[in-house]
């Protein structure tokens, strides 16, 4: 069986090359509140949005957002979101990229509006052309392309039929890639998959299946027996169909595999065939078996369907799903993506429910701690704690703790009745947290005076108030690892 549980943590050593067709989303987020007068359409009172590389480049996002390295490849036009992409990429440090300009394209990009209370997209606007690339700038991509794959461990064809992968540039890739030995992941786009024939894995949904087959591949036998098909047609070593709700199947050389999707509430499904495809090439390219690959994508997501906008994960939460707590309601306790937060928030609120908050490193959970959480969850309705990342906690305490990883220590912490939600930040103080929290009771142990703690300002601004609670005497975690290291710990 894979060991998950290691390997995971060697994400940040892998590389991964992408090539396709790159795309610039914007969200609009507001409120709708009522009906146009000139036209029955909602009108939307635009509060924010959010710019960010989207197509093939959402693919790159995920990658490295577990820490994996992406070289990637791509085309734009000599316009105004041509050099927005541009700058976008550059602030991502794991991307190292080359763009292709060509100023007889227009850059891809859309604009999606969205109601923020509902989380329900209102309209979605394009601006595109959506043609292949000339031969100057099909020659410069393959180049780039080509020039990158002995740096790769794996390569992603992420193929948006826009024009950035022609039948040339793709046949030069699988091609170069096969001769060094390097799995190629595609993710596949129009009925004529042949351009795709050598390639290791195609990731199709089971509409494009069914499109590319001419099957109907609605039950799990059709899907198995089209899959099979493609798979025999394209010499390909293993097709994965994404089936949404109904989770993945997996067709190659040996029995099917059907894994159930785990049961999470939806927001927003935008870029999850992204997030499937970051993740099988990266545990490819570690060397992972193909079904390992699909249980760990699987995982993927189920976290990003359960975000915003086009999402990405992190390795935390990656393992936190993939290797869960001992009962899905801690698991679901865990949040490590800030932006989860405020859905939990916004709900409690909406309840009119009284929120508090506490903080510290929860290391070696003892009795003090027990009775500091159970004080604290009594003085509110619902109790968010801030723990202590590992590098944090190294900061604050000294090399050689945390004595569990932040993992643990959520896991441990959500499993008791008086934690609501665990929320892991990277600050040495929650001073940022809390902010977003906004809670109405602040709690800390009576080692504290009032003017100590953290936050007080900002609790007491907002009309809240800070509990201090008596410790238990004779508990302290610092003790519990002193006497754990002295001459008689073995």
Known sequence: MYDFDKHLSELAGQTVLVVGDLMLDEFVYGEVSRISPEAPTPVIACKRSELMVGGA??????????????????????????????????????????????????????VRFVSEHHSTHLLRADWEVARPLGGAAEDTLIAHALAAIPRAGAVVLSDYAKGALTPRVVRAIIDAANALNKPVVVDPKGRDYSIYRGATMITPNRQELAEATHTGAKTDDEIVSAAADLRDAMEAEAVLVTRSEAGMTLVGEGAPVHVPAYPVRVRDVSGAGDTVVAVVSAMLAMGADHESAMRAANAAAAVVVGKRGTATLTVAELRSRILPAASLAPEEKI?????????????????????GF????????????????????????????????DASVTRLKGEGRPVQPAQARA??????????????????????????????????GGDYTREQVVGREIVEALGGEVVLIDLVPGHSTTSIVERSRGPHSG
Do not use: M, Y
């Open 358 to 389: 506490t903080n510290g490193c929860f290391d070696l959970l003892h009795p003090g701690h027990v009775r500091l959480l159970a004080a604290a969850r009594a003085a509110c309705d619902r109790l968010v704690l801030g723990l202590n990342s």
């Open 335 to 355: 949040v490590f993506d800030w932006a989860l937060l405020e859905d939990h928030l916004a709900d409690w609120r909406k309840q009119g429910l009284r929120v």
């Open 411 to 444: 896991e441990v912490l959500a499993a008791l009745e008086a934690v609501d939600l665990v929320v892991v930040f990277e600050e040495d103080t929650p001073e940022n947290l809390i902010r977003r929290v906004k809670p109405t009771v602040l709690v800390k």
């Open 57 to 110: 480049g959402n693919v790159a996002r995920n990658l490295v957002a577990l820490g994996t390295r992406c070289i990637f490849v791509g085309v734009v036009g000599d316009d105004d979101a041509g050099r927005a992409l541009t700058e976008a990429l550059r602030t991502h440090p794991l991307i190292a990229f080359e763009l292709v300009v060509d100023g007889e394209r227009q850059t891809t990009r859309k």
